[in-house]
């Protein structure tokens, strides 16, 4: 492959590219060349990027230089401008200011083990710029480590955009070929971005190499190698970085980010939340809740019950009932009254007093607090197409089946509403993401489908629903519904029971009535989510569920297959609170927080 071979200027040893005094060589890859340079023109140095095949005639080097300069008008606080765009003997190039900082191979080399959110700060940058870059119809396609300018402010700056550029028969329509060219480019930088950040965390060069396009072609399905993340890192990588480095390499090209602006999402979600506990997707998700709400209503029937003026106690009971039929509506009364206790300062941590039942919610608002409620509510469903909200009414319909089973589950003596609603608030992150992000939603559904087998790998391995939100959010989803409950005020005591049991933690006996209802409610949505899968695991999942919690909670299969098919229980709506869901059990002795949480104190 040829390139420039600099002309000896006499009678001076030194090496020149027309005016320019080459000094280094920063990178040499198989598609380009940076050189840092000086010009004695403007008494500065400079870097000069320029391919390493030289465009094949008068007219290919006429669109190399106008594809450059129209990149040159893509101006971005992470693209560098280039200083200029000029050829020596029909060898193009693009030079920028030496004083826009040293490049990530130098910064590597005296730095060598950066902090991972230093590492996702700085790709982040990158792929601001990249993303900006790629939606005004540009590319890289030679995405280096040398690429990359960071100054002493850790600000990132991009050179070296359509330097390289595909090269084409002299004879070829240039503008025809070159929108193709950019989609099929923009991929691959997002690509050698994700080594990138691999390199980083690492250590060490990916694969042993230091050109990321040999990296690429040893790469399945070009070829045969796999690039993850290795464990043996300068630093523990948090999982959420952990999977978002690994998607962005994944085998599975359908894994992959394909845009830089989805990495770019992802990586900025996990850095602004492992920065400050409310931030990245956290923080959108909280302005969404103040325009749209968080849920869509249902009911239809309110003003039928809100009527009257008395709070006789069937007349609340019945009111109790239509309102844990309607989601949004048993959450936005919560939510109203917990926050009301708050600002009247009969709520702190050290109580940790929640109100979560609904007859004593409905009697502290007043009928009028409640017509309030459903008036404040989006009706469905809210700004959803016909696609997302049927994908948000089976999410919601799934929780509703594992508060059921929940309410099936409980130990005598703790309340059936408190049951049903600390298991709807264990879903709260879900539901939420589905109705306010349904994209997000659909794409960590996508990524928890298992890959196409191969022959090296003839049952490959799922994403969990934590790992995919990881690697779409940057947080996981139980995060998002810890942040809102924690914005509306509920206690620090329901802000540990609506945490989901870890799936890879093991099972203790619960030591308070707090455990009880965490593990009774987290067994529940496991058993639902093992029914959702293909009908050959259903079974084994549902024992499985059940060998993780029997011992702690004292329960066996056959209560366990009882509260999952209830014969007489209507579908879609929460069960009453009957004995004969109440498995026989000896009288627990009285609690204060069963108390509070089912509104028998004051």
């Known amino acids: 492959m040829s390139e420039p071979t600099p002309a000896v200027a006499a009678p001076s040893p030194l090496r020149s590219f027309g005016?320019?005094?080459?000094?280094?060589?920063?990178?040499?890859?198989?598609?380009?060349?940076?050189?840092?340079?000086?010009?004695?023109r403007h008494g500065q140095e400079l870097m000069l990027c320029m391919p390493r095949e030289k465009p094949n005639s008068a007219a290919a080097l006429e669109h190399w230089l106008r594809m450059a300069q129209g990149a040159e008008r893509v101006q971005h606080p992470n693209l560098a401008q280039p200083f200029e765009i000029g050829q020596v003997e029909h060898w193009p190039y693009v030079a920028y200011d030496r004083a826009l900082g040293e490049t990530l191979d130098e910064r590597l080399a005296r730095q060598p083990a950066p902090l991972p959110l230093d590492a996702a700060q700085w790709i982040g940058q990158v792929l601001e710029g990249l993303a900006f870059a790629h939606e005004a119809g540009h590319a890289h396609r030679d995405l280096q480590t040398a690429s990359l300018l960071i100054d002493s402010n850790d600000k990132v700056r991009l050179m070296g955009l359509e330097v390289v550029q595909e090269v084409f028969p002299a004879t070829v329509d240039f503008n025809a070929v070159t929108r193709r060219a950019v989609r099929e480019s923009a991929e691959e930088d997002v690509l050698c971005v994700g080594l990138m950040l691999n390199r980083i965390l690492s250590g060490k060069p990916v694969l042993e190499e230091n050109d990321l396009q040999h990296v690429v072609q040893q790469m399945q399905p070009l070829g045969r190698e796999i690039v993850r993340l290795g464990w043996e890192t300068p630093h523990p990588i948090p999982d959420p970085l952990r999977a978002i480095c690994n998607r962005a390499t994944d085998r599975?090209?359908?894994?992959?980010?394909?845009?830089?602006?989805?990495?770019?999402?992802?990586?900025?979600?996990?850095?602004?939340?492992?920065?400050q506990d409310n931030g990245g997707p956290i923080v959108l998700l909280l302005d969404k809740l103040q325009r749209l709400g968080h849920l869509p209503t249902t009911t239809t029937g309110i003003h039928r019950f809100t009527a009257g003026s008395g709070l006789e106690a069937q007349h609340a009971s019945a009111l109790s009932d239509l309102v844990l039929k309607d989601m949004a509506l048993s959450l936005e009364l919560l939510r109203r009254v917990n926050n009301a206790l708050r600002q009247s300062g009969h709520q702190s941590a050290d109580s940790g007093e929640t109100v979560l039942n609904m007859q004593r919610a409905i009697q502290m608002l007043g009928m009028d607090g409640v017509q309030r409620a459903a008036n404040a509510l989006k009706p469905w469903p809210g700004p959803l197409s016909p696609v997302a909200a049927e994908m948000l009414?089976?999410?919601?319909?799934?929780?509703?089946k594992a508060g059921q089973v929940a309410?099936?589950?409980?130990?005598?003596?703790?309340?059936?509403?408190?049951v049903y609603l600390i298991t709807v608030m264990?879903?709260?992150?879900?539901?939420l993401l589905q109705y306010h992000f349904p994209d997000d939603a659909q794409q960590i559904r996508q990524l928890m489908v298992p890959p196409e087998p191969t022959e090296e790998v003839p049952h490959p391995p799922s994403l969990s629903e934590q790992a995919a939100a990881y690697a779409v959010l940057g947080c996981d989803l139980d995060a998002l519904g810890a942040a809102v409950a924690r914005h509306w005020g509920l206690g620090d005591e329901l802000l540990q029971m609506i945490r989901r049991q870890p799936l890879d933690a093991p099972v203790h006996p619960p030591r308070t009535d707090g455990d009880t209802l965490r593990l009774t409610c987290s067994l529940a949505n496991e058993l639902v989510d093992a029914l959702t899968l293909p009908e050959a695991r259903r079974r084994p999942g549902v024992e499985a569920a059940t060998r993780r919690y029997a011992k702690p909670l004292g329960l066996g299969l056959r209560e366990v297959m009882d509260a999952l098919n209830p014969g007489a229980q209507k579908a879609g709506q929460p069960a009453p609170a009957t004995a004969a869901q109440t498995p026989a059990a000896r009288p627990p002795q009285a609690s204060p927080l069963r108390e509070r949480l089912s509104g028998r104190s004051s």
């Open 19 to 40: 005016r320019f005094e080459l000094r280094a060589l920063l990178s040499k890859s198989v598609r380009s060349l940076i050189w840092r340079v000086f010009d004695a």
């Open 252 to 275: 599975q090209l359908r894994q992959r980010y394909h845009l830089a602006r989805s990495f770019w999402r992802a990586l900025d979600g996990w850095r602004q939340a492992a920065a």
């Open 393 to 400: 009414r089976q999410v919601m319909a799934r929780v509703i």
């Open 407 to 418: 309410q099936a589950l409980r130990p005598a003596g703790y309340d059936a509403e408190v």
């Open 426 to 431: 264990q879903n709260l992150g879900r539901l």
